[in-house]
């Protein structure tokens, strides 16, 4: 049995109490949300916070403002996101990615803003300490190889969040709050491409919200690969949102990939859908588009030259259905995903 190491245990109730005990305690503090990925990766030792600063007292960071756009808590849980009619509704690439994370008791203790700060995972880190010692570890966590790519100083661990690809599609913006300020940034600035250093946030910074603009005229979706239709990460998260003129022309566009690097990303498929009709030679040149960018390792499930090949089918999913084509069928069989 993997036991935790030991830690300290602070719970404040508000946001500064928070960002306080986190800019005390330095670099050695973690923030903990609902542990459903932390909590793993420190019983396998791969996080050894001396100090958890839990955000599950912090009421302000569960709050919904719905007005000219949504307003989300990072503290609400992925569970208490998808009952909300305003995500099904008006931001449906957000209810699909969430809906599809891991499983019903995980989402019910996993939070957005755990599920947006997600460590990278790969499959010579994401085993048991005595695993990764056999190996001499990697990179990533106490040694010095990266083991996928031998030659490399950069460690090339997917980002495997559902929610941060279909987020980036919808346009969203996060608030970051540290005992000294607080700032705004582009969720499509919170990432970095390195397996170790995935976000451009602070240590000392909570993520207390996530803006999404008025999402009037648009139109989203959300698709993800993986083997088990159960539960199971993305090996690919392809989501697509486009704003829609009254003659079906497309008058913006984001395509954003995930699991196919160390970090999601918008892809220009979503420029050149600007200005055209989603016809299905269109569809299909914007997925060839999306699909030149997607750099997956051989660190996931799945064949890697396949899961490159089939991120245009993918996108082609996604944008048939902001289309208005019906995708039933398609994301029963995908659902079921074994292949
Ligand atoms: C079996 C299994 C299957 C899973 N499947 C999926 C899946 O399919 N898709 C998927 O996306 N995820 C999956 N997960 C991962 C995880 O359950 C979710 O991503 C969840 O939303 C993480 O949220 P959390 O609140 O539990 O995060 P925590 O574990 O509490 O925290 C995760 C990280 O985020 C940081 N953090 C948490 N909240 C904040 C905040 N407000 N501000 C700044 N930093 C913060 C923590 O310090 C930590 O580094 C799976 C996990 C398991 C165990
Ligand atoms: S990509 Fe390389 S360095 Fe990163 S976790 Fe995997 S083996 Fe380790």
Redesign the pocket.
């Known amino acids: 049995m993997m036991r935790l190491p030991w830690f300290r245990y602070e719970a404040p109730h508000s946001v500064v109490e928070a960002a306080h005990i986190l800019a005390g305690e330095g670099p050695d503090a973690m923030l903990i949300a609902g542990g459903t990925d932390l909590l793993p990766n420190m019983k396998r030792r791969q996080q050894v916070p001396r100090t958890l600063v839990s955000l599950r007292h912090v009421e302000a960071m569960k709050k919904v403002a719905n007005g000219s756009g949504l307003t989300l808590g990072g503290g609400l849980t992925l569970t208490q996101l998808v009952r909300l009619d305003a995500v099904r509704e008006q931001h449906r690439a957000l209810w699909q990615a969430a809906s599809q994370v891991a499983t019903v008791h995980l989402r019910n203790m996993g939070t957005l803003g755990g599920n947006l700060c997600l460590d990278t995972r ?1 499959s ?2 994401n085993q048991n300490y005595e695993w990764r010692k056999a190996i001499d570890f ?3 966590k106490d040694g010095e190889t ?4 031998t030659a490399s100083k950069r ?3 997917v980002s495997s969040t559902d929610c941060a690809p279909a987020l980036m599609a919808l346009g969203a913006r996060l608030c970051l709050v540290s005992s000294a300020a607080e700032r705004e940034v582009s969720l499509a600035d919170f990432y970095r491409n390195d ?1 170790i250093d995935y976000l451009a946030r602070r240590p000392d910074e909570i993520l207390t919200e996530v803006m999404l603009p008025d999402s009037a005229s648009w139109k989203s979706s959300y698709w993800k690969l993986r083997r088990r239709g159960a539960f199971d990460f993305p090996v690919l998260g392809v989501a697509a949102a486009a704003k829609m003129a009254p003659d079906g022309t497309v008058e913006q566009a984001r395509i954003a990939l995930g699991a196919v690097s160390s970090y999601p990303f918008l892809t220009r498929a979503g420029e050149f859908l600007a200005g055209k009709r989603l016809t299905d030679d269109v569809i299909a040149e914007a997925g060839a588009a999306a699909a030149s960018r997607a750099k997956p390792m051989d ?1 996931a499930d799945f064949d890697v030259y396949w899961r490159k090949h089939v991120v245009s089918e993918f996108v082609a999913y996604a944008l048939r259905e902001v289309r208005g084509d019906d995708m039933s069928d398609a994301r029963k069989r995908i659902g079921k995903q074994v292949l």
Request: glycine share 6%.
């Open positions: 790969c010579y880190y990697c990179l990533k990266c083991w996928v790519a460690c090339v661990a397996g660190n």
